[in-house]
Every structure is written in C-alpha cells, then in structure tokens.
C-alpha cells in the first residue's frame, strides 16, 4: 500500500501561481494530478514517469508543469496563470504495475 501525502493548496488570485507537493511512501513509476468540482467526474490535470513522460490536459497547456524527484518519491505541480475555472480538489495520484492510489485532496480556489 502507498500513501499519498499532498500539500501546497490554497487561495489565489486570477493570473497567480500555486505549487502543489505530493509525496509517495514508496517508489512508484506513474505519478500525476486530478482535479474535480462538485458535479462532474475527476478529470486529468497532468502526469509524469519515473522516466520524465508527461501527459497534459489540454486545459492547461502552457500553464502548468509537472516534475518529480525521484529521490524523495515527490511529484510537483507547478500551477501559473491560474483562472478561476482551475478551482477544484486535486487529487494526487499515484500508479503502479497492479495498483491505483489516490491523495487526500487539497482545495485550490482562484477568486478575486
């Protein structure tokens, strides 16, 4: 079992920048972020190998980056230009060869 601890959510204004952390308790080769608002299903925000493969939504594109120590087992989400149609919990999220793992969640809220 891999825990999932996630930090970094919070307040921001339109067009500021949150960073989200999320650390892993053991390596695992798939490591990324969701995202979801009341009503509609968890969506893809971006994702990254342990080999620096990364998947991005559409929706962010340009905005957001995604790295990853592999040392630390640490996924980061770096979040600029934020809008407030990106306020939703994300969700850190983890995959191995047979197994799916999922954070806490943490609020990002982007309002004026």
């Known amino acids: 079992q891999v825990q999932l601890v996630e930090s970094g959510g919070g307040l921001v204004q339109p067009g500021g920048s949150l960073r989200l952390s999320c650390a892993a308790s053991a390596s695992i080769n798939l490591m990324g972020w969701y995202r979801q608002t009341p009503g509609k299903e968890r969506e893809l925000v971006a994702t990254?190998?342990?080999?620096?493969?990364?998947n991005f939504a559409d929706s962010v594109k340009g905005r957001f980056t995604i790295s990853r120590d592999n040392a630390k087992n640490t996924v980061y989400l770096q979040m600029n230009t934020l809008k407030p149609e990106d306020t939703a919990v994300y969700y850190c999220?983890?995959?191995?060869?047979?197994?799916?793992?999922w954070g806490q969640g943490t609020q990002v809220t982007v309002s004026s």
């Open positions: 990254i190998t342990s080999g620096g493969t990364t």
């Open positions: 999220h983890a995959r191995g060869r047979f197994s799916v793992y």
